[in-house]
């Protein structure tokens, strides 16, 4: 391994940090690329005062997050500029689609990457030819997630169309991951300590349509339940035209996964939907809903919306707020729209002024905020389990089972607990956004058992 390329006088290992940015996906990105450059010899590390190399895992998915990873690329220039033998690349959605213009813009980059361009990025990085070889075909499908907790990416890319959305041109077609692979990484992880699989992919409702020809979400998620050790599955994406409420009832009954569903609905007026190219009704969404709750208190359904697409009436927008008051969800995100260059959407004329944008994203989160305290209120006097994130010396952070890690609530628990473990706590205070508890002590659960070391693994496709 050529390591002298890298390094100043002495053989120490070429040190590496990467910053990552945007979704779980991206993340699930640099996780694999952490795992080939261990492999080769490289150290990670955390801090840009110890490293050699910086790589910044970009997002393209909205302005907002384009304007982060340039700034988080102009910031890793400067910092490559201020010592000798310091180099930057860049990877990720944004330069997937947009390398060349970054290229142009940033000629201080040292070299910019597309997605799973692994043999050539461990080359740029100085590792031996010969040991990346092939390295575009090692993958890995998780990432970590937080304390006995881990991302499983189960497809990549997307077939669909949906008018806002740059996705599809970023990260290609939907490519499903073998199943039997996925349950064998799954497997590592279970040994590593993870209680919890996140399981997510641009769509995860369409698992399998590629690969298998039919949906394969039902069959993954329940051999995903045999496996010893892991207590709680996830499921992260849906994309509610492949949802059908036959198909979610069944999903709902594997065991192991948790009442949760994340169905991020955009909008629910017909003219928006259309518009959106999104394939759905707001009468069909409520049908699959309904299956997936059956009736079920117990049961969070987390939802996205767009305000301010083109063509979004007063009209359409109390539409949408009828049905977000209707169905109750209880977890939402709500997004102002900004055009995506090359989406369908930027092509589309009667764009919505952002004060009405923002007016209407203020009166839904308004309400969302109500429904969230309501049910959060309700719970108070209930017990639930809770898996530790992290800890202080008299407090204790946690998520529940409506909980998704990063993009939901939180539980506070009084004591200090130990992360990656789940433990029973009862509810004894709430707010819109965090509920309160004390734990519930069970001889059951070993208290302070640590989690083990989470090393995720990597595999060879
Ligand atoms: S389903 Fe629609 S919103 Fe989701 S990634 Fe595909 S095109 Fe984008």
């Not at 060349?100 to 799973?116: N, V």
Request: with cysteine.
């Amino acid at each position: 391994m050529d390591l002298k390329r890298h390094c100043a006088s002495d053989l120490r290992p070429p040190r590496v940090l990467i910053h990552t940015l945007g979704c779980a996906k991206n993340s699930v990105d640099s996780d694999t690329l952490s795992g080939l450059l261990k492999q080769n010899g490289f150290e990670l590390v955390t801090r840009e005062s110890r490293a050699d190399v910086i790589v910044v895992n970009t997002c393209g998915f909205i302005d907002d997050a384009k304007v982060e990873s340039i700034q988080v690329m102009l910031e890793a220039v400067r910092w490559k500029q201020a010592a000798n033998k310091r180099r930057v690349f860049a990877m990720g959605c944004l330069t997937q689609r947009d390398g060349a213009e970054i290229q142009q813009e940033l000629p201080e980059l040292d070299g910019i990457f597309g997605i799973g361009e692994w043999s050539a990025m461990l080359s740029a990085l100085g590792a031996n030819p010969l040991s990346v070889s092939g390295s575009d075909k090692c993958t890995m499908f998780s990432g970590k997630a937080g304390p006995g907790s881990a991302y499983l990416r189960i497809s990549d890319g997307c077939s669909h169309a949906c008018a806002f959305c740059a996705i599809p041109q970023m990260r290609g077609l939907y490519r499903s991951e073998p199943l039997e692979k996925l349950v064998a990484e799954a497997k590592l992880l279970a040994r590593t300590g993870v209680k919890e699989l996140l399981i997510i992919g641009q769509e995860t409702t369409s698992y399998g349509v590629d690969t298998y020809r039919k949906r394969m979400l039902v069959e993954l998620c329940q051999q995903l339940a045999d496996i010893e050790g892991i207590e709680w599955l996830r499921i992260l994406y849906a994309h509610p035209p492949s949802a059908p409420p036959h198909f979610l009832s069944e999903l709902a009954r594997v065991p192991k996964l948790v009442p949760y569903l994340d169905f991020p609905i955009e909008h629910a007026s017909a003219n928006m939907l259309k518009r959106m190219n999104r394939k759905t009704s707001a009468a069909k969404m409520k049908d699959s809903i309904l299956a997936f709750r059956d009736g079920r208190e117990d049961v969070c359904v987390r939802t996205t919306v767009l305000v301010g697409f083109p063509g979004e009436t007063d009209q359409d927008f109390d539409e949408l707020y009828r049905f977000m008051e209707d169905v109750r969800f209880e977890r939402a995100g709500v997004f102002t729209y900004s055009p995506q260059s090359g989406t369908r959407g930027a092509e589309l004329s009667d764009p919505v002024e952002e004060g009405v944008a923002l007016d209407r994203l203020d009166r839904l989160m308004k309400l969302q905020k109500q429904l969230c305290l309501e049910r959060h209120k309700s719970q108070i006097g209930s017990t639930m389990r809770v898996l530790i994130d992290r800890n202080a010396r008299d407090a204790s952070w946690g998520r529940s089972t409506w909980d998704a890690p990063d993009i939901d609530a939180r539980v506070r628990v009084r004591g200090t607990l130990t992360p990656g473990l789940l433990h029973d706590v009862t509810i004894s205070g709430a707010a819109a956004y965090q509920l309160d508890a004390v734990p519930i002590y069970d001889d059951s659960i070993k208290r302070g058992e640590s989690c083990g070391n989470f090393a995720l693994p990597v595999l060879s496709r």
